[in-house]
């Protein structure tokens, strides 16, 4: 990955309250330049507020900002034409069409050349796959096509800097696909990429760099496999013996989890978060992946922490029980996991 | 590149008003109106009685010339006022309701140039809606009455050339009237993300202005009022015609344009953008 040298985003104390309560509560992001960095937190955390201070939208109460190398929001003239955003869902004109709205707030933007205007236009809607109701009042406009125009209207012109506030809010799978795909091919341009999103497997999905937000604060940040991998992780055992299994996991120190289908009452910290506070999300991607239907009377064991030990350990010590362990494999803590544990709440719960 | 583009935004915003169908509505509406008056005069007029002159509105059957300036007389303490509050009070709180206003300020458009264009696309509304107006007037006088030398209020007769130049002369001075209007429903505008409540709020001040306006008891305030000088353009179809109500009339709106202008810039460019 390369990492061109300085930040694209950066913050220091920045606070912005509404009357007395503070919606952003002095956060210090660091967006690295080329990044593609997903900005996650519950509803209602601050990320939006966080944008649109960045974006010179809302004023901060104090703190410094800095995007793309300049002061904010002095500097909000020379560096917003170098900003394609998309803030809260697309605002459009719903008695123009697709084109004419492009047309409309690309004509807003003085250093927008208008003798290309046209062309341009044209090819963010082809990028977004809006070719075909181009000429179609908005009005007429899904949700997701509005959401398509939002991310054309970002892409209007080459950006340094996209700003995506939940891009693929109201998208179809098919349109999510695609704009994971869009985002890659920008990032792989050059352009740095802040997207924010309350959907893990998406950030998951597209992200090098994650900041965590929960309740007005930045909780974590920092490249996606460092924060994953500061989570604790996992081992899950194939086996028909799951009870002598656990005993032995339990005995060398790990917490032994409740498997597929065991009916048993073993649980862990991770299971209980996750099913305490998401009982929509499967249990465990391992589980939900490939269950044991692939070794009959096997049954999945999961159970967290290493403690220390080396995988082939615990192994050697399944086996030297007589448990018969047909399938074993370590897994790093999920995202979600993390970011449980980390914003410390229920997921959509506002802070 | 190039100062050239700074224009665009203005053309966008003029295309984007005359195309709404809401601004071709008021235009047709306001276009009705010295139709519908040609129409009931010349259905109902009788031969004027002997020693009397002709009533108001009866003058027009005499002179199809007049029904463009009667139009303009009834539709300036009303018609008007109610249209323009309309495109006024939308300039920013429209955008903010559509959701585009955020993005135009990430275009840029930098938000004094945003709201001199809007105000801009306003002044423009006020001209179009005054010359819809004239243009229909005359369009019917022309039709249903017969078309002759007018006389003017000094007694003077000018020709019909002559009196086509003072309706756009009367014209001129009612958009000049609005201007003062347009600035305070630009004003009330960057208040709220409502745009009918800032609709309703411009629409409501040019009534009680005119009201306070008519009250003897407040004479010391009526210099002070915009709508003080709206029906001041008679001075306008004297021969040689006398200047000095125009020019009243445009510095009070010019100061409501300034003071109105200073207060929407104060607000606006510190306003958080939060719809």
Known sequence: MKEPAGLAIETQGLVKRFG????????????????????????????????????????????????????????????????????????????????????RLDAADRHASSATRRERVHDALDRVGLSHAAGKKVRAYSLGMKQRLGLANAMLRPRELLVLDEPTNG?????????RALVRSLAAGGTTVFVSSHLLAEVEQMCTHVGVMSAGRLVAQGPLDELRSSGEAHVVV??????????????????????????????????????????????????????????????????????GLAPEAIVAALVADGVRVRGFTVESASLEERFVSLTGEGFDVVG | ?????????????????????????????????????????????????????????DRITQNGLFVAVTALVVCVPLFLPLTVGVVAGDTIAGEANLGTLRYLLLAPAGRIRLLLVKYAGAVAFCFAATATVAA???????????????????????????????????????????????AIGLLISTF?????????????????????????????????????????????LREPVSWTSFGENAVLQAAYIAVCGALAYARFSNKDVLS
Not at chain 1, 256 to 273: C, E, F, K, N, Y
Not at chain 1, 275 to 297: K, Q
Not at chain 2, 17 to 43: D, N, S
């Open chain 1, 20 to 103: 007395r309560r503070a919606a952003v509560d002095g956060i210090n992001l660091a967006v690295p330049r080329g990044s593609i960095f997903g900005f996650l937190g519950p509803n209602g955390s601050g990320k939006t507020t966080t944008i649109r201070v960045l974006l010179g939208l809302a004023s901060a109460n104090s703190g410094n900002v800095r995007v793309l190398g300049k002061e904010m929001p002095g500097a909000l003239a020379s560096v917003l034409p170098d900003v394609g955003a998309l803030v809260e869902g697309p605002g459009f004109y719903p008695f123009l069409s697709g084109t004419g709205n492009l047309l």
């Open chain 2, 192 to 236: 709220t993300d409502v745009p009918v409540g800032a609709m309703a709020a411009t629409i409501v001040l040019s009534v009680v202005s005119q009201v306070l306006d008519n009250l003897p008891q407040l004479e010391w305030l009526h210099p002070w009022l915009f709508s003080h000088h709206w029906l001041g353009f008679a001075d306008l």
């Open chain 1, 171 to 179: 998208l179809d799978p098919q349109g999510t696909r695609e704009v």
């Open chain 2, 1 to 57: 590149m190039g100062s050239s583009a700074g224009w665009a935004l203005l053309g966008s915003e003029l295309s984007v008003l005359f195309r709404r169908l809401r601004t071709w509505a008021m235009l047709i509406a306001l276009a009705a109106v010295p139709i519908l008056i040609a129409v009931a005069v010349k259905l109902s007029s009788r031969p004027a009685t002997p020693g009397r002159g002709p009533l108001f509105l």
């Open chain 1, 238 to 307: 194939h086996t028909p013996d799951v009870e002598r299994a656990a005993g032995v996991l339990t005995r060398l120190g790990l917490v032994p989890g409740q498997g597929a289908g065991t009916g048993s009452s073993w649980d862990s910290r991770a299971l209980q978060a996750s099913t305490a506070l998401h009982p929509s999300i499967a249990l465990h991607p391992s589980m939900a992946l490939h269950p044991s239907i692939a070794l009959p009377e096997a049954k999945a064991l999961v159970a967290t922490g290493l403690n």
């Open chain 2, 136 to 182: 229909s007037g005359a369009l019917a006088g022309v039709v249903l009455f017969p078309v002759g030398p007018v006389t003017l209020l000094s007694g003077d007769t000018i020709s019909v050339g002559e009196s086509a130049l003072r309706s756009l002369l009367i014209a001129a001075y009612i958009t000049v009237s609005l201007l003062g209007l347009s």
